[in-house]
Nanobody
Framework: QAQVVESGGGSVQAGGSLRLSCAASAYIRCNYQMSKWYRQAPGKEREFVSAIDSVGISTYTDSVKGRFTISQDNAKSTVYLQMNSLKPEDTAMYYC?????????WGQGTQVTVSS
């Protein structure tokens, strides 16, 4: 039974946009939780992209600031990552990580490919 599921990946040209979604099963939610996006390019380590907590405080890695926006819809238990002005170096598998009630949940990932 999937607990965290990503969607929204795809192939775009440089300068394009995508919106990733991360849907969490309601039963794993907690009063305070943090949702994070990571990405991993071929041959590279997984890196942090962005995070948002239950009260809406968000953080970003420097390379995506001003281009990516993280948001959440608590009613839908879904976190979004709006990615604009995409660059070829944004190509990677994007993973959602939910920290809730002391546990960590990972999704299977969604592929983002940006061509020049």
């Amino acid at each position: 039974q999937a607990q965290v599921v990503e969607s929204g990946g795809g192939s775009v040209q440089a300068g394009g946009s995508l919106r990733l979604s991360c849907a969490a099963s309601a039963y794993i939610r907690c009063n305070y939780q943090m949702s994070k996006w990571y990405r991993q390019a071929p041959g590279k380590e997984r890196e942090f992209v962005s995070a948002i907590d239950s009260v809406g405080i968000s953080t970003y890695t420097d390379s995506v600031k001003g281009r990516f926006t993280i948001s959440q819809d608590n009613a839908k238990s879904t976190v979004y990552l709006q990615m604009n002005s995409l660059k070829p170096e944004d190509t990677a598998m994007y993973y959602c990580n939910l920290l809730s009630c002391g546990r960590s949940y990972w999704g299977q990932g969604t592929q983002v490919t940006v061509s020049s």
